[in-house]
Protein backbone atom coordinates (compact mmCIF):
# COMPACT_ATOMS: atom_id res chain seq x y z
CA UNK A 1 0.00 0.00 0.00
CA UNK A 2 2.95 2.10 1.19
CA UNK A 3 4.46 1.71 -2.46
CA UNK A 4 1.71 2.34 -4.33
CA UNK A 5 1.08 5.60 -2.76
CA UNK A 6 4.45 6.54 -3.49
CA UNK A 7 4.30 5.99 -7.05
CA UNK A 8 0.62 7.71 -7.31
CA UNK A 9 2.58 10.77 -5.68
CA UNK A 10 5.51 10.28 -8.08
CA UNK A 11 2.99 9.86 -10.94
CA UNK A 12 1.52 13.35 -10.08
CA UNK A 13 4.35 15.38 -9.73
CA UNK A 14 5.49 14.02 -13.19
CA UNK A 15 1.92 14.61 -14.98
CA UNK A 16 2.59 18.25 -14.08
CA UNK A 17 6.48 18.59 -14.89
CA UNK A 18 4.41 17.43 -18.27
CA UNK A 19 7.80 15.47 -19.31
CA UNK A 20 6.06 11.96 -19.26
CA UNK A 21 6.66 10.06 -22.06
CA UNK A 22 3.90 7.09 -22.04
CA UNK A 23 2.65 5.26 -18.68
CA UNK A 24 1.93 1.85 -19.71
CA UNK A 25 2.01 -1.52 -17.73
CA UNK A 26 5.82 -1.31 -17.95
CA UNK A 27 5.89 1.74 -15.90
CA UNK A 28 5.95 5.38 -16.32
CA UNK A 29 8.16 6.68 -18.95
CA UNK A 30 9.92 10.40 -18.48
CA UNK A 31 11.95 11.61 -21.11
CA UNK A 32 15.08 13.66 -20.49
CA UNK A 33 16.54 16.09 -23.14
CA UNK A 34 20.06 16.12 -24.04
CA UNK A 35 20.32 19.85 -22.44
CA UNK A 36 19.29 18.16 -18.82
CA UNK A 37 21.88 15.63 -19.16
CA UNK A 38 24.54 18.14 -20.25
CA UNK A 39 23.87 20.35 -17.25
CA UNK A 40 24.43 16.88 -15.24
CA UNK A 41 27.37 16.44 -16.84
CA UNK A 42 28.54 20.20 -16.05
CA UNK A 43 28.33 19.56 -12.53
CA UNK A 44 30.30 16.95 -12.88
CA UNK A 45 34.14 18.59 -14.75
CA UNK A 46 36.36 19.45 -15.11
CA UNK A 47 38.21 16.08 -14.34
CA UNK A 48 41.99 16.00 -13.82
CA UNK A 49 43.71 12.57 -13.65
CA UNK A 50 47.40 12.05 -13.97
CA UNK A 51 48.69 9.13 -15.61
CA UNK A 52 52.63 6.87 -16.34
CA UNK A 53 52.46 9.26 -19.57
CA UNK A 54 51.04 12.66 -18.53
CA UNK A 55 48.32 14.44 -17.25
CA UNK A 56 44.59 14.53 -18.85
CA UNK A 57 42.01 17.03 -18.04
CA UNK A 58 38.36 16.73 -20.01
CA UNK A 59 36.27 19.67 -19.81
CA UNK A 60 33.11 21.58 -21.17
CA UNK A 61 30.76 18.40 -21.52
CA UNK A 62 27.97 17.83 -23.65
CA UNK A 63 25.65 14.84 -24.31
CA UNK A 64 24.18 14.44 -27.53
CA UNK A 65 21.88 11.73 -27.65
CA UNK A 66 21.20 10.46 -31.25
CA UNK A 67 17.64 9.45 -33.02
CA UNK A 68 18.27 5.94 -34.18
CA UNK A 69 20.91 4.75 -31.58
CA UNK A 70 21.05 3.24 -28.06
CA UNK A 71 24.26 5.16 -27.12
CA UNK A 72 25.02 8.69 -25.04
CA UNK A 73 27.45 10.57 -27.03
CA UNK A 74 29.41 13.16 -24.39
CA UNK A 75 31.58 15.26 -26.17
CA UNK A 76 34.34 16.66 -23.95
CA UNK A 77 37.20 19.29 -24.65
CA UNK A 78 40.70 17.42 -23.72
CA UNK A 79 43.84 19.14 -22.49
CA UNK A 80 47.21 16.55 -22.44
CA UNK A 81 50.78 17.44 -21.26
CA UNK A 82 53.98 15.62 -19.91
CA UNK A 83 57.17 16.63 -19.06
CA UNK A 84 58.42 16.45 -22.99
CA UNK A 85 55.52 18.72 -24.51
CA UNK A 86 53.39 21.64 -23.66
CA UNK A 87 49.67 21.37 -23.12
CA UNK A 88 47.89 20.08 -26.48
CA UNK A 89 44.39 20.62 -26.48
CA UNK A 90 41.39 18.63 -28.43
CA UNK A 91 38.50 17.58 -28.88
CA UNK A 92 36.71 13.91 -27.38
CA UNK A 93 33.80 12.19 -27.97
CA UNK A 94 32.83 9.44 -26.32
CA UNK A 95 29.74 7.06 -26.73
CA UNK A 96 28.68 4.24 -24.23
CA UNK A 97 25.42 2.32 -23.19
CA UNK A 98 23.46 4.25 -20.03
CA UNK A 99 22.68 1.88 -17.48
CA UNK A 100 21.21 2.94 -14.31
CA UNK A 101 22.87 2.19 -10.69
CA UNK A 102 20.43 1.53 -8.10
CA UNK A 103 23.01 2.21 -5.26
CA UNK A 104 24.15 5.70 -6.30
CA UNK A 105 21.18 6.81 -8.03
CA UNK A 106 22.61 7.49 -10.79
CA UNK A 107 22.88 6.98 -14.27
CA UNK A 108 26.56 5.62 -16.05
CA UNK A 109 28.24 4.82 -19.49
CA UNK A 110 29.13 1.02 -20.40
CA UNK A 111 31.15 -0.46 -22.93
CA UNK A 112 32.81 3.49 -24.11
CA UNK A 113 33.88 3.70 -27.74
CA UNK A 114 36.37 6.27 -28.70
CA UNK A 115 33.76 8.05 -31.48
CA UNK A 116 36.18 10.75 -32.18
CA UNK A 117 39.69 12.28 -30.90
CA UNK A 118 41.15 15.32 -32.21
CA UNK A 119 44.85 17.25 -31.16
CA UNK A 120 45.43 20.51 -33.02
CA UNK A 121 43.36 19.87 -35.77
CA UNK A 122 44.78 16.26 -36.20
CA UNK A 123 42.49 13.21 -36.34
CA UNK A 124 43.61 10.52 -34.14
CA UNK A 125 40.99 8.23 -33.47
CA UNK A 126 41.82 6.58 -36.23
CA UNK A 127 44.97 5.88 -35.23
CA UNK A 128 44.26 4.60 -31.81
CA UNK A 129 45.46 0.80 -32.75
CA UNK A 130 46.42 -2.12 -30.52
CA UNK A 131 48.88 -1.15 -27.81
CA UNK A 132 47.89 2.68 -27.26
CA UNK A 133 44.28 1.65 -28.05
CA UNK A 134 44.73 -1.06 -25.07
CA UNK A 135 46.08 1.49 -22.82
CA UNK A 136 43.49 4.71 -23.49
CA UNK A 137 40.32 1.99 -23.39
CA UNK A 138 40.98 1.37 -19.35
CA UNK A 139 41.18 5.02 -18.62
CA UNK A 140 37.80 6.23 -20.57
CA UNK A 141 36.43 3.10 -19.42
CA UNK A 142 37.09 4.07 -15.84
CA UNK A 143 36.68 7.69 -16.09
CA UNK A 144 33.05 6.91 -17.36
CA UNK A 145 32.16 3.51 -14.88
CA UNK A 146 32.91 6.30 -11.89
CA UNK A 147 31.46 9.82 -13.90
CA UNK A 148 27.65 9.94 -13.61
CA UNK A 149 25.84 11.32 -16.63
CA UNK A 150 22.77 12.05 -14.79
CA UNK A 151 21.74 12.22 -11.40
CA UNK A 152 18.34 10.91 -9.92
CA UNK A 153 18.18 12.36 -6.20
CA UNK A 154 18.60 9.03 -3.86
CA UNK A 155 16.49 10.51 -1.22
CA UNK A 156 13.57 11.20 -3.39
CA UNK A 157 11.05 8.85 -4.79
CA UNK A 158 12.29 8.55 -8.36
CA UNK A 159 15.39 6.99 -7.27
CA UNK A 160 13.61 3.95 -5.92
CA UNK A 161 11.68 2.60 -9.03
CA UNK A 162 14.07 3.14 -12.05
CA UNK A 163 13.71 -0.20 -14.16
CA UNK A 164 15.45 0.93 -17.34
CA UNK A 165 17.09 3.78 -18.82
CA UNK A 166 17.57 3.87 -22.86
CA UNK A 167 18.06 6.71 -25.50
CA UNK A 168 15.19 6.59 -27.82
CA UNK A 169 14.42 9.21 -30.39
CA UNK A 170 16.92 11.55 -29.75
CA UNK A 171 15.95 11.69 -25.88
CA UNK A 172 17.05 9.40 -22.38
CA UNK A 173 13.81 7.43 -21.43
CA UNK A 174 13.64 6.78 -17.76
CA UNK A 175 11.06 3.58 -16.89
CA UNK A 176 9.64 3.84 -13.22
CA UNK A 177 7.90 0.91 -11.53
CA UNK A 178 7.21 -1.15 -9.35
Known amino acids: MKKLSIMIALLATLLLTGCIQNISQNGLTVRIPASTVTSSLERQF ?5 FAYGDVELSNPKALLSRGSNRVVTGTSIGFSNALIPKQQGSLYVSGVPFFDAQSGAV ?3 EPMIDKLEFNGYKLSSMIQGPLKSAIIPIINEIFRTTPIYKINRSSLQGSFVKNVVVDNGELLVTFGL
Open 108 to 110: YLR
Open 46 to 50: PIKQS
